[in-house]
């Protein structure tokens, strides 16, 4: 799959993933009266758990061979949460200073976050692996004659 191809299928599966990231949010923040930091984290983690499962199985399944599955998810859990630092400032932002209703503010941050958990995710958790080195058929000298291959 090419890159552009999987950048694709990567907002296809990150895409998804806004939905109960949006949903979690709003039961947490809107329903239930949480504060929309806390909801936010949680709404992530809910977020990362599903995106993960799309993502290893659909966009890098081929990629998959170089690290057991509770290592790519504990990196791409990692990478989320590290995002989710970066993300929550911005979030505080919208909300505090421009007066955004919590939802749509989250869901704008994500958004912002979204080419650089691909970069991330596509170069160092699902990383191809070094091609095989090519070596050249050894040479067999014979009476003298220089021959490739035996």
């Known amino acids: 799959m090419t890159r552009l191809l999987r950048l694709a299928a990567f907002g296809a599966a990150g895409a998804s993933g806004v939905l109960p990231n949006l949903a979690v949010m709003w039961l947490l923040s809107d329903r239930l009266g949480v504060h929309y930091l806390a909801s936010a984290v949680a709404a992530t983690e809910v977020a990362v758990l599903w995106n ?3 993502v290893d199985t659909l966009v890098f399944r081929r990629r998959r061979a170089a690290r057991p599955w509770w290592s790519r998810l504990a990196r791409f859990a990692v990478l989320n949460n590290l995002d989710l630092a970066v993300r929550l400032p911005l979030l505080a932002l919208l909300v505090g200073t421009l007066h955004l209703r919590s939802v749509p503010a989250n869901l704008t941050t994500l958004a912002a976050a979204f080419v650089l958990r691909f970069a991330v995710t596509d170069r160092f958790i699902y990383r191809e692996p070094a091609p ?4 050249a058929p050894p040479r067999v000298v014979l009476d003298g004659y ?3 291959g035996a």
Request: proline share 10%.
């Open 146 to 148: 220089s021959r490739m």
């Open 52 to 54: 993960f499962v799309l």
């Open 132 to 135: 095989e080195p090519v070596h």
